[in-house]
């Protein structure tokens, strides 16, 4: 298991299947206020930090026993219910001491479109923020079934 977010496993399944991410990039900064001043510089008052941002790249593929048609609505739906849940990869959560993050975002690619037009192969850039607000019930996921993995 490389790690886990919401039930979504990253890594191979015992039954095949794999789910990884690639391009991982995380973005940490600072909120400040830059205030004119009439023939100098302008003064930078420090108002704190940004929440953390942490984008990706996930590839799905039906030869993985990953199909995009189960995948990328699962992903979407992460997103229309703000899902909260901590983004743990490795043996330890992303962010020391707050570790909630949310999907804000997400840009399909369809590499693969078959026959029947379903879509075999895809790519989604995942666009993920550090939550710090109150957790409402209903947000955190239950764990995916299993048998959404053939």
Known sequence: ???????????????????TFADFK????SR?????ILGQKPKLEYLGPKLDEITFTMAFN??????????????ENYVRKCTVAPLIIGISAVALGN???VIKSLGE???????????????????????????????????IPRSLFK
């Open 62 to 75: 039906v030869a993985w026993g990953a199909s995009p048609v189960i995948m990328l609505p699962l992903l």
């Open 109 to 143: 690619d369809h590499h693969f479109i078959n026959m029947w037009g379903q879509v075999e192969g895809a790519s989604v850039q995942v666009t993920m923020s550090e939550y710090d607000g109150p957790i409402q019930p209903g947000l955190l996921t239950h764990l």
């Open 32 to 36: 400040f206020h830059e205030h004119e």
């Open 1 to 19: 298991m490389i790690g886990t977010f919401a039930g979504l496993i990253f890594g191979a399944y015992p039954s095949g299947s794999i789910i």
């Open 26 to 29: 995380k973005k940490v900064a």
């Open 99 to 101: 570790s909630q993050y």
